[in-house]
């Protein structure tokens, strides 16, 4: 079985543009997560969506937004981006809603100039 | 509040040396504990996972841990350590159809010859 897939692995992108990372989890899962990982932070939660509607949302403002289409494939979307918005970004993948047993995908670098 | 705490920041031990890295929560009931092992630049590997039912737990790589619930622990154990198991590690808690996974800030691990 395939594992979580997440894409693209590594983006460079200016200060007030907008950057969209996308996420398969695995078949027959239907909750994916997002997280965002900073050495100062350590790893925050981002949203979870599970059939397609936002779940629960994490305190990150409304530059993050993601979405999650029929196959469980999931976006999201930050907008006007920051500098302090470089990161690494996870998706996660469960079969279940909420805080259950989550497998990771290996996430996206994102650097902001 | 669901929190959790990995009082170690960095840990060093001698390859072959024993290993145990803490792990405390807070919650109101019994939750579903994980830990997780990353790699540099790598997403988030699930080691093992505690459910209900027998509070010792093996998981991947030769790890245990110890679900103690008097003391709201989950202590992460390894008889004998391989440089190959340097890497950070953290402890997640999680309810089912909960919240999201909430994680510790994580432990360094340094493997010495």
């Known amino acids: 079985k395939a594992g979580v897939t997440q894409t693209p692995r590594y983006l460079i992108k200016t200060r007030g543009q907008q950057v969209t990372l996308s996420c398969s989890p695995i078949?027959?899962?239907?909750?994916v997560s997002w997280y965002q990982q900073t050495p100062g932070q350590g790893l925050q939660f981002l949203f979870e969506?599970?059939?397609?509607?936002?779940?629960n949302k994490g305190n990150f403002p409304g530059r993050f937004s993601g979405r999650q289409f029929s196959n469980s494939r999931s976006e999201m979307n930050v907008s006007t981006l920051e500098l302090g918005d470089s990161a690494l970004y996870l998706c996660?993948?469960?079969?279940?809603?909420?805080?259950?047993?989550?497998?990771f995908g290996q996430g996206t670098r994102l650097t902001v100039v | 509040a669901q929190s959790v705490t990995q009082p170690d920041i960095h840990i060093t031990v001698s390859e072959g040396a024993s290993l145990e890295l803490r792990c405390n929560y807070s919650?109101?009931?019994?939750?579903?504990l994980f830990w997780y092992v990353q790699s540099p630049g790598q997403g988030l590997q699930l080691l093992l996972k505690?459910?209900?039912?027998?509070?010792l737990v093996q998981g991947i790589k030769g790890f245990e841990a110890e679900f103690k619930r008097s003391q709201s622990s989950f202590n992460l154990r390894k008889p004998s350590v391989h440089w190959s198991d340097a890497a950070e590690y953290f402890c997640?808690?999680?309810?089912?159809?909960?919240?999201?996974?909430?994680f510790g800030k994580g432990t360094s691990l340094l493997v010495t010859p």
């Open positions: 996660a993948s469960s079969l279940a809603a909420g805080g259950s047993e989550a497998f």
């Open positions: 078949s027959g899962h239907r909750s």
């Open positions: 969506y599970f059939s397609e509607t936002q779940r």
């Open positions: 919650y109101g009931a019994t939750p579903y």
């Open positions: 505690y459910f209900s039912g027998d509070t």
């Open positions: 997640a808690v999680g309810a089912p159809s909960g919240y999201a996974l909430n």
